[in-house]
């Protein structure tokens, strides 16, 4: 299983970032995948996630300004990262659930058994 993450890099706040992430090695149509995110001195945290159908779950602070896609053609998940903030700056992680064919998207780290490499976004304000 690998999975590549990329897209980060420095926007000024109230711009916009679409990270991307590969997959290979697995059934990609059958598992959810999720974004989750880790600031310097605090704990990764969940932002979206997407089940097998494109069932998709956000935060109360992603909600409305990220949107969680998948593309099974081509085996990657992205986060379009809309209206950024300084606090949104991390180092983005993206996640294969452990479930497959599950009727909601995983919302937490232990739900998700390989991790991508991280890709920083940083946000200026």
Excluded at 44 to 66: C, H, L, P, Q
Excluded at 96 to 117: H, I, K, M, N
Aim: proline share 2%.
């Amino acid at each position: 299983v690998q999975l590549q993450a990329f897209g980060g890099g420095l926007v000024q706040a109230g711009g916009s970032l679409r990270l991307s992430c590969a997959a290979s090695g697995f059934d990609f149509n059958s598992r959810g995948m999720g974004w989750f995110r880790q600031a310097p001195g605090k704990e990764r945290e969940f932002v979206a996630g997407i089940n097998w159908s494109s069932t998709d779950y956000y935060t109360d602070s992603s909600k409305g300004r990220f949107t969680i896609s998948r593309d099974n053609f081509r085996n990657t998940v992205y986060l379009q990262m809309n209206s950024l903030k300084p606090e949104d700056t991390a180092v983005y992680y993206c996640a294969r659930s452990r479930r497959s064919l599950a009727a909601t998207p995983a919302r937490v780290v232990g739900e998700y058994d390989y991790w991508g490499q991280g890709t920083l976004v940083t946000v200026s304000s």
